[in-house]
């Protein structure tokens, strides 16, 4: 699925998302409030400031939003280099404004943390970094140079020096500190985001391969009576046509078509089971499909199935589900991916629950990242036995993600574990000492022949266009 993967992390840069209307009507807001700041200043408390210059700052800013409003559509998404210079304007216009009325003596000076903690939730880090840096020198400079903020009769408003330290390393803790926090907390939603997307698209890719085989299987049963008609007959023709050769000639092409026909379908279905079988089969039948991708790579897979205690029932049919066969061949593949010779699939069953198990004989997980398996777009920095064993692989994680993201909507619940606890040392190919899955289902969620989900068994009904 590597075009998924692709597509998906292309989604990763999203600077280019934001549509120039949010920006605007956030603006909106900056302004309204700047505006209804200085008037109270002005007309309630009567404070002396440069109300001229201040509202002419608070002007740019309007007319910016006016123009932007003419000049765009508002569905218009802006590049990152634009999303920066926005954001970019909004922080230099606050620093203005604050000189203007008192620089940190001002309390409205915290809101200089608002552009840090847009730029760390919409741009990329190089971005943050140059608006958070931006910001910390614009606090800086205005603890030490602002304009005074006067009282109605000339008496200067400043707060202590004490204080204004405080202020000063306040923001700066803020800058650095919610730059930080809103990039970390983006980051994880973005990051789940896009592995959830490529679980959708990869369930619904199993979803339309599984529509195609029941297209087919059905077309192949229900071809097979007409076609098994044309080949006996043609049959009987020939046998009356040994006087005639060139009309048995005729009658002998139309059988070799009708079995030509029956080898297109087979070669076409031999995936498909009949129609009752696409909606459950039995659990070692759905390991078998699963793996067979993986079959042919080099690597043994050995199947092996038994009753577990205290249950001597036969063994259990499951629900056919693209989420249960597409997580089980992630699974496998990932086996394939990292064993040395071998790969186990074991099932086994009881009263109660239904269970899977893939082990191989590889390395196992790393104890670095055994206690993240499953978490989306996991990097980390790989090791010289990592890049002599695959020098090719780039793993994310993504794959197990979406293995463990599909089988767990089934009800599962998977755990990882390694076969040895030494996983640096030398490992001896075809013993059990690599990596452990365990995907346990309670029977009630998966059986297809008993409880609330069981296939009911009856005439197959046409295919709804």
């Not at 002998?252 to 031999?270: K, N, P, V, Y």
């Not at 082990?359 to 104890?367: E, R, V």
């Not at 000492?433 to 998966?446: C, L, M």
Request: net charge negative.
């Amino acid at each position: 699925m590597p075009d998924t993967i692709e597509r998906v992390l292309a989604g990763q840069e999203r600077g280019g998302w934001i549509r120039l209307r949010t920006l605007t009507l956030l603006r909106w807001g900056a302004i309204f409030g700047q505006v209804s700041a200085l008037l109270v200043s002005q007309y309630v408390y009567q404070l002396q400031l440069e109300y001229g210059l201040a509202y002419f700052v608070v002007g740019i800013s309007l007319a910016g939003n006016l123009i932007a409003g003419v000049v765009f559509p508002e569905s218009k998404r802006l590049s990152e280099v634009e999303n920066l210079l926005l954001v970019l304007f909004d922080l230099l216009q606050l620093s203005l404004l604050l000189y203007l009325t008192g620089g940190l003596n001002n309390p409205f000076s915290v809101l200089i943390m608002g552009p840090v903690t847009v730029s760390a939730v919409a741009l990329t880090l190089r971005s943050l970094i140059f608006i958070g840096a931006t910001a910390i020198v614009s606090v800086t400079v205005l603890a030490r140079y602002h304009m005074p903020l006067l009282y109605h009769d000339g008496s200067e408003l400043e707060i202590l020096p004490i204080f204004l330290f405080g202020s000063w390393l306040a923001i700066v803790i803020g800058v650095i500190f919610l730059g930080i926090y809103s990039r970390w907390i983006a980051s994880e939603m973005h990051a789940m985001s896009d592995a959830l997307t490529a679980a959708k698209m990869a369930l619904a890719r199993e979803q339309k391969l599984t529509d195609l085989g029941g297209v087919v299987a059905a077309a192949a049963h229900e071809l097979g009576t007409p076609l098994a008609t044309i080949k006996l007959t043609s049959a009987e023709l020939m046998e009356e046509l040994d006087d005639r050769p060139e009309l048995q000639e005729d009658a002998r092409l139309i059988r070799e078509q009708a079995d030509r026909c029956r080898d297109i379908l087979r070669s076409m279905g031999r995936a498909g089971k009949d129609d009752l079988h696409l909606r459950q089969a039995p659990l070692t039948t759905v390991l078998r499909e699963a793996a067979e991708p993986h079959a042919t790579r080099g690597k043994t897979i050995h199947f092996e199935d038994g009753e577990g205690p205290g249950h001597d029932g036969p063994q259990p049919a499951i629900l056919r589900r693209p989420e249960v066969i597409h997580g089980l061949r992630n699974l496998v593949q990932n086996a394939v991916d990292f064993a040395r010779t071998s790969i186990w699939v074991e099932a086994e069953w009881s009263d109660s629950r239904i269970l899977v198990r893939i082990t191989d004989d590889g390395l196992g997980y790393s104890p670095s990242v055994i206690g993240r398996i499953g978490d989306p777009f996991m990097r980390r920095r790989r090791s010289q036995r990592d890049l002599s064993q695959r020098p090719e692989y780039e793993g994310m994680g993504l794959g197990l993600f979406i293995a463990k993201t599909l089988l767990e909507r089934t009800g599962a619940e998977l755990s990882f574990a390694n076969g040895s606890d030494d996983t640096t040392g030398p490992q001896t190919p075809g013993a059990r000492t690599g990596a452990i899955v365990e995907v346990v289902w309670p029977r009630s969620k998966i059986d297809a022949r008993v409880g609330e989900n069981a296939v009911k068994i009856g005439k197959n009904q046409p295919i709804e266009i």
